[in-house]
């Protein structure tokens, strides 16, 4: 049995095919939850970026043309998303307080691992994510984008807008 591609189920659910759509969610979901993840790292910021992605691919379905491969569409909708949320976060930063007393701040836990997690077969994971979450934005989702959701550079290149020697080198100085 032959598997229907990406974008013939774009151009279905272009023309009323729900079940096409049902089938592009399933097949995207947990890519496009993973990669937002990975850019924002917050796992409840990452379902909102998941799900608005889908909501922009339903309501841009007519804009869609297959000239390129799906998958770089939508993970084009994904990054400029994420790229949204980080500037909106940056920005929007408040230190807490207490009971609203500005005497008095709010006791906060480290984003860092304790010595216990960094302990045993999950340390060196656990330091090449701090190392990645260190890289500047574009190497790091270049890095994401070719390592974790295996694109290739010509797929990474339109994602994230930049020449494919430009994409060569970010990833080579991500490595």
């Not at 890289?135 to 290149?157: G, K």
Request: aromatic share 10%; charged share 30%; net charge positive.
């Amino acid at each position: 049995m032959q598997r229907v591609t990406d974008e013939d189920l774009m151009l279905s659910y272009q023309k009323g095919d729900a079940q096409a759509m049902n089938e592009l969610l399933e097949r995207y979901k947990n890519p496009v939850y993973r990669f937002a993840f990975r850019m924002i790292r917050d796992s409840a910021e990452a379902a909102d970026v998941a799900q608005e992605v889908f909501l922009r691919l339903h309501q841009q379905r007519d804009l869609y043309r297959p000239s390129g491969k799906f998958s770089t569409w939508i993970f084009s909708i994904t990054h400029n998303l994420c790229v949204s949320k980080l500037r909106k976060k940056k920005w929007l930063c408040i230190w807490p307080r207490k009971n609203d007393q500005s005497d008095e701040l709010v006791e906060m836990q480290s984003p860092d691992p304790s010595p216990e997690e960094t302990v045993g077969s999950n340390e060196f994971s656990q330091i090449v994510k701090h190392c990645i979450q260190g890289l500047p934005l574009l190497q790091r989702e270049a890095l994401i984008l070719r390592e974790y959701e295996n694109l290739d550079y010509q797929e990474i290149a339109a994602i994230l807008k930049r020449s494919l020697g430009t994409v060569k080198t970010l990833i080579y100085r991500a490595r």
